[in-house]
C-alpha cells in the first residue's frame, strides 16, 4: 500500500483505482523462499486490502516461478477481475491463501491459480453468491492438486465453476 500513499499506507484497506497493481511483479522471477520474502530479508509482503477495485490484482505475480507461498488475501469485497490470473504459472507456489469472500464479481477469481503445478491443495471456496466466470479456470492445469474444495453455491452464474 506504501507504492500508492507513501505516508498513510498502514490505514489503507480500501484500493480505488481499477488495475492499481496489475502485473507488478508478472514474471518477475527473484521473488524467494519459503517465508515469501520479497526485496527485504525480515519483512513479509502483506496484500491488507479489504475492498478491491476492478482488476486490481490482475496477473500480479503471474509467471513469478520462483514464488513458493502466497501472502494473505484478507479482501471480502471483491470487484469484476480483482484475481484474475494472480498467480497463473506459479509452477512453485505449493500453498494458496484463504479467500474468505462469499459474495463474488464477474471474473474475480479466474485463472488464480492456472497451471500452478506444485499447489497441492485448494483453498476452501465459502462464496454462496456466485458471479459470471468468477471461478473459471482457477485450478485448471493444477497438476498436483489432490482433492477438489466443496462447492457450496446452490445457484450457478455462467461460467461460474
Same mark, same amino acid.
Given at each position: 500500500m506504501s507504492l500508492i500513499n507513501s505516508t498513510n499506507f498502514k490505514k489503507l484497506t480500501?484500493?480505488? !483505482?481499477?488495475?492499481?497493481?496489475?502485473?507488478?511483479?508478472?514474471d518477475y522471477n527473484d521473488i524467494v523462499n519459503s517465508e515469501n520474502i520479497i526485496f527485504h530479508p525480515k519483512k513479509k509482503l502483506v496484500l491488507p486490502a479489504t475492498t478491491l477495485a476492478d482488476g486490481c490484482y490482475t496477473a500480479m505475480f503471474s509467471g513469478c516461478t520462483s514464488l513458493t507461498n502466497a501472502p494473505e488475501l484478507p479482501a471480502t469485497t471483491l470487484a469484476d477481475g480483482c484475481y484474475t490470473a494472480m498467480?497463473? !504459472?506459479c509452477t512453485s507456489l505449493s500453498s494458496a491463501p484463504e479467500l474468505p469472500a462469499t459474495t463474488l464479481a464477474d471474473g474475480c477469481y479466474a485463472e488464480m491459480f492456472l497451471r500452478c503445478t506444485a499447489l497441492t491443495h485448494a483453498p476452501k471456496l465459502?462464496?454462496?453468491?456466485?458471479a459470471d466466470s468468477c471461478y473459471y479456470y482457477m485450478f485448471k492445469g493444477c497438476t498436483s492438486l489432490t482433492s477438489a474444495p466443496e462447492l457450496p453455491a446452490t445457484t450457478l452464474a455462467n461460467y461460474c465453476y
Open positions: 480500501r484500493l480505488e !483505482d481499477n488495475y492499481t497493481f496489475a502485473y507488478l511483479f508478472n498467480f497463473s !504459472d465459502p462464496a454462496t453468491t456466485l
